[in-house]
């Protein structure tokens, strides 16, 4: 019934396939046509059950499209015209929809809010498609957060639920559930049984007629089978990807497959091919990079680099490491945009949800009162000022706690909301941070590397090399090359991945002051045991920020920073002897970073004190483990 509904999973597809059946043909412009006209459609002055289905399709489109702030656009407006349609069915799919865009916003703990509603609304229509869909969109959700134990258990739940035949088109599939299962037991190292999972989901999608379907579990065989080195059968399962992917034109799949066949065909020793399929995608990536949704370009474009650096291609390197740079500050742009633009609908939708409680409460209310007066004065003729007051006075009391109740709950959902936007600001940053170590880390060190072994080379050939020359230049190559490291590791610090906290912000004072601008006295007291990663994480930028500020703004000599942990608290001083500043003015001095310390402490739940004046400046800053111990 709902058969133009449809999602379709840009960028998790290759991953993990989508709750959601994809168009069988890959018709661009035939999907833009139809957009246009949905748009001009929904301009119009429709009635409600037809403007939400035309939402619902608009929404649909624009998720094809990977533009998630316009799906979301849509879908708010799909949930007011439901307050007046109020359709079950639709409601349903509303929520889906919903739960799918948290999935590609990775605003994972709203997607599994979201998701348990739909489940409640498919329950209560008794659909058991419905229900399926639901918990494959769960397992999707715990996938991404890598418990992967968790998503297999949902999505055999889906299995179980998922009737033989298929009443809505648009929902969950086998093959699609049976990929994902094939896909949890690949990363939990079970090769055999993620093997037996995608055969079936090849023989799923073919008896189905799917041919994204077919051409992502031939996708998937083939990435296994080549990790384990079997490199003929990685070659028959990567072709017949392409082959199913090029009878749709379903580019996103087929640019990926060109650069794993060019690595297939080099182990096999059979390097013409593997230089033919290399130029046959880059040609593909040239004509139909307008088609190419950003995140298959980016995983492209990493991978073509690592082919050029095998090659020694040092001026395509360089080439694409541009267009990757683009396209990955293009990504994480339009992300952080999306997240909070979809944070800041979902709740703006709640807070609306929860005022509209209020009136209907408020009205009822006022109905009890009246009916209660006319049965009071009824019956007590006499009484009837003092009873019909007393029963007001009452109504009123009671009226005024609701009222306050919902007051709280919509202060709780601004709260909500202003704390979700925070993280999802702060998280953007940080992948912002990890993307730029690892191109400096694996894209600029190699080049410099290689670099070095020229220019040894070039000097090497010519007579009587003289050393005055050839060892300054290889030193300052060297230098480069250390330096690069030494920011690529602040930027993404290993020694926080693999000791903790304590570990690596003593190895980053260490750092600080060998580089000899600025002494640093550290101490730690009564460090034991980790934090989780994420504490972790935002703790170490705090001090990482501080010490930042000290030496740019302050112009410290020296500096103390302590590290201390109590049974329910951590506590952390940073103090410097560099100039002070107002700190009556703290929350103005935006270009020094301490907005950003401000919002790590308060949504870690923390305080944060500041001391400052010509002598020295001194934050003291303390966290809360009580909320930690308890989860």
């Not at 090029?246 to 060109?258: K, Q, T």
């Not at 650096?309 to 360089?318: A, F, S």
């Not at 480069?480 to 004072?509: D, F, K």
């Not at 002051?513 to 034991?528: F, N, P, R, V």
Request: charged content about 25%; glycine content about 4%; aromatic content about 10%.
């Amino acid at each position: 019934m709902y058969k133009t509904l449809r999602l379709s999973a840009p960028y998790l597809a290759l991953l993990l396939s989508t709750a959601w059946a994809p168009a069988q043909t890959s018709s661009y412009d035939n999907d833009r046509r139809q957009v246009d006209g949905l748009r001009r459609l929904a301009a119009q002055d429709l009635p409600p059950a037809q403007a939400l289905r035309v939402s619902l399709e608009l929404a649909g489109y624009y998720i094809d499209f990977s533009q998630l702030d316009s799906v979301q656009i849509y879908l708010d407006e799909g949930f007011r015209l439901n307050e007046l349609v109020k359709d079950s069915i639709q409601g349903f799919f509303l929520t889906a929809y919903q739960t799918e865009i948290f999935l590609y916003s990775t605003l994972y703990e709203q997607g599994i809010q979201t998701a348990m509603k739909g489940l409640q609304q498919a329950e209560q229509l008794n659909d058991k498609e419905m229900i399926a869909n639901q918990y494959n969109l769960l397992g999707l959700l715990y996938a991404e957060m890598s418990q992967f134990q968790q998503a297999i258990g949902f999505f055999e739940l889906s299995l179980s639920h998922l009737p033989p035949q298929s009443s809505h088109d648009n929902l969950t599939r086998r093959y699609h559930l049976l990929s994902n299962l094939a896909q949890c037991y690949e990363k939990l190292n079970d090769i055999p049984t993620a093997i037996r999972y995608n055969l079936s989901s090849l023989r799923e999608a073919k008896r189905e007629k799917r041919f994204r379907g077919m051409s992502i579990a031939c996708w998937s065989l083939g990435n296994i089978y080549y990790t384990q080195g079997d490199y003929h059968q990685a070659k028959a399962y990567y072709q017949q990807s392409l082959r199913h992917s090029e009878s749709i034109r379903d580019v996103d799949v087929g640019i990926l497959v060109y650069p794993r066949l060019f690595h297939v065909y080099e182990k096999l020793k059979d390097h013409a091919a593997a230089r033919k399929h290399l130029q046959q995608g880059v040609a593909l990536a040239e004509r139909e990079i307008w088609r190419i949704k950003p995140n298959s370009q980016k995983e492209f474009y990493t991978e073509i680099i690592r082919i050029y650096q095998q090659l020694g291609d040092y001026r395509n390197i360089v080439a694409y490491q541009q267009k990757l740079d683009n396209i990955s500050q293009e990504i994480t742009r339009q992300e952080n945009k999306q997240r909070l633009v979809v944070l800041n609908a979902f709740y703006a939708n709640e807070k609306r949800m929860v005022q509209m409680a209020a009136q209907t409460k408020e009205h009822e209310i006022q109905l009890q009162q009246q009916r209660a007066f006319l049965r009071y004065a009824a019956v007590f003729a006499l009484l009837a000022v003092a009873a019909s007051g007393a029963v007001y006075y009452a109504f009123r009391q009671k009226q005024r706690l609701k009222s306050w109740q919902l007051r709280q709950q919509i202060a709780e959902l601004e709260q909500r909301q202003e704390m979700a936007a925070l993280r999802a600001m702060v998280e953007g940053e940080e992948q912002e941070r990890m993307r730029i170590a690892r191109e400096l880390h694996d894209g600029l060190t190699g080049l410099l590397s290689a670099a070095r072994h020229q220019v040894e080379s070039a000097f090497r050939r010519l007579p009587e090399t003289d050393t005055l020359v050839t060892s300054p230049a290889t030193e300052l190559l060297d230098r480069a090359c250390g330096e690069v490291r030494r920011i690529s590791h602040n930027l993404m610090p290993y020694a926080l991945q693999r000791h903790g906290l304590a570990t690596a912000l003593q190895e980053y004072c260490a750092n600080v002051q060998q580089s000899g601008l600025l002494t640093i006295d550290y101490q730690q007291m009564g460090w034991h045991e980790r934090l989780s990663p994420p504490l972790e994480l935002w703790l170490y930028r705090i001090v990482q920020e501080l010490i930042n500020n000290a030496l740019r703004h302050a112009k410290a000599m020296h500096a103390l920073v302590q590290l201390s942990r109590h049974a329910y608290n951590i506590q952390i001083t940073v103090e410097d002897d560099g100039r002070g500043f107002d700190s009556r003015k703290l929350a103005a001095k935006s270009g020094t970073g301490l907005k950003s310390i401000e919002s790590r402490v308060k949504y870690m739940n923390g305080s944060l004190s500041v001391n400052s004046d010509s002598r020295g400046t001194s934050f003291h800053i303390e966290i809360s483990l009580l909320h930690e111990l308890n989860t």
